[in-house]
């Protein structure tokens, strides 16, 4: 494998991780233990900030302009259950759109920095 090449392009770049996105949040609006975090949440627009959240987190453009993780996440309460569900939901799609266990790991990584940031 080429060192020298992104997460972001060896995952297919922005395709990809476009369809990463969308499947992930079909998985977490279809459970019904995450869904009410999204009541009332524009998911055109969430989507959008994930997929440049995603790809910076991969190595690609540096696009994403959304608040900070913590500043977005604030006064939702969101538990450290369902970060972890959430975690382990993006990592399933990713790993099924054909992402390698050092992609995998590296977003793992990411998943565990941010988590204190995200969930209360």
Same mark, same amino acid.
């Given at each position: 494998m080429d060192t020298n090449?992104?997460?972001?392009a060896r995952i297919g770049a922005e395709p990809a991780v476009t369809e990463?996105?969308?499947?992930?949040?079909?998985?977490?609006?279809?459970?019904?233990r995450l869904s009410p975090y999204f009541d009332g949440v524009d998911i055109a627009q969430l989507k959008l900030h994930m997929i440049a959240l995603l790809s910076q987190?991969?190595?690609?453009?540096?696009?994403?302009?959304?608040?900070?993780?913590?500043?977005?996440?604030?006064g939702l309460d969101i538990t450290r259950e369902h970060y972890d569900l959430v975690g382990a939901y993006l990592?399933? /799609? +990713? *790993?099924?759109?054909?992402? &390698?266990?050092?992609i995998l790991d590296a977003v793992r990584? /990411? +998943? *565990?920095?941010?988590?204190? &940031?995200?969930?209360?």
């Open positions: 090449v992104s997460f972001y990463a996105v969308d499947r992930l949040y079909r998985v977490v609006l279809a459970d019904d987190v991969l190595g690609g453009p540096e696009g994403y302009s959304g608040r900070a993780l913590r500043l977005a996440h604030a990592v399933g /799609v +990713l *790993a099924g759109l054909g992402a &390698d266990d050092e990584a /990411v +998943l *565990a920095a941010t988590a204190d &940031d995200i969930a209360a």
